[in-house]
């Protein structure tokens, strides 16, 4: 897969890009990230990438030019090599919601442009005839889109296949199912007077899965009740439900 990331600030992405899971992907070839600097793609001197918004008003707005061009040179760029069909993304507060399908369905794509914002935003026209996607990571704002595109950037990536060095792994992750996930232990098998639950130690790979099971499902359903209504329940699952709705009810 390959991820083109369109910013004014390409030093945020250094570590981020450098470091663990995303790196040994970038080396082993299963995902190329490139970043390029919007102000690359501007026609004056002083490199300007902003102007004063028509209507008047504070801050100032990204111009629509440089970012056009910095999206016809990369997708020229990967039409010499093969050609494509690219998603380009524009992180943004009204966006759509990051959730877990939606990263799974990104990572799908061959090829991402992921345009970050800045200031009080970015010309309409980009968003009206250049964007594929608006996503957002929250309902709140951040000062651009550099750290969303992070977000974004690492949650497609752990989809691509051989990214992950156990693809189960994935299964069992928050969101996976709809559902949050289930506690996790490791050595020493007491620590502070805690100790691992004797089902994990029981070598009964039934009664570990059940147990599993009925933790991820009390964990969302006191913690994010609103995910049992989309989740997909299996009989076994409605009926754990039912006990741990009765053991609390007795408490």
């Known amino acids: ?34 970043i390029h600097n919007i102000r690359d793609h501007t026609q004056d001197r002083h490199r300007q990438a902003d102007d004063t918004p028509y209507g008047g008003g504070p801050g100032m707005v990204m111009k629509p030019e440089p970012i056009f061009k910095a999206v016809e040179s990369v997708i020229r760029e990967q039409d010499a090599v093969s050609p494509t069909e690219p998603r380009i993304i524009l992180m943004c507060p009204q966006g759509e919601r990051l959730t877990q399908n939606r990263a799974i369905d990104l990572s799908k794509n061959e090829h991402l442009i ?47 296949p051989g990214v992950l060095g156990d693809e189960e792994s994935l299964k069992n992750e928050s969101f996976y199912e709809g559902l949050l996930d289930f506690p996790h232990y490791t050595r020493p098998e007491e620590f502070n007077g805690s100790r691992v639950p004797k089902t994990l130690l029981s070598g009964n790979h039934g009664e570990v899965r059940q147990w599993r099971r009925r933790k991820q499902l009390k964990r969302t359903l006191y913690l994010r009740p609103d995910l049992l209504a989309k989740a997909e329940l299996g009989e076994e699952d409605r009926s754990l439900l039912g006990e741990i709705v009765l ?3 007795k408490k």
Do not use: W
């Open 247 to 249: 053991e609390e009810e």
């Open 1 to 34: 897969m390959r991820i083109d990331i369109l910013t004014l600030f390409p030093p945020m992405f250094e570590g981020p890009l450098t470091e663990s899971l995303l790196s040994r992907a970038q080396q082993r070839g299963l995902l190329n990230v490139k």
């Open 114 to 160: 992921i345009i970050c914002g800045r200031y009080e935003g970015i010309d309409e026209r980009v968003r009206e005839n250049l964007v594929t996607d608006e996503i957002s990571i929250g309902d709140y704002v951040l000062t651009g889109g550099e750290i969303p595109a992070m977000v974004l950037v690492d949650a497609v990536a752990r989809h691509v």
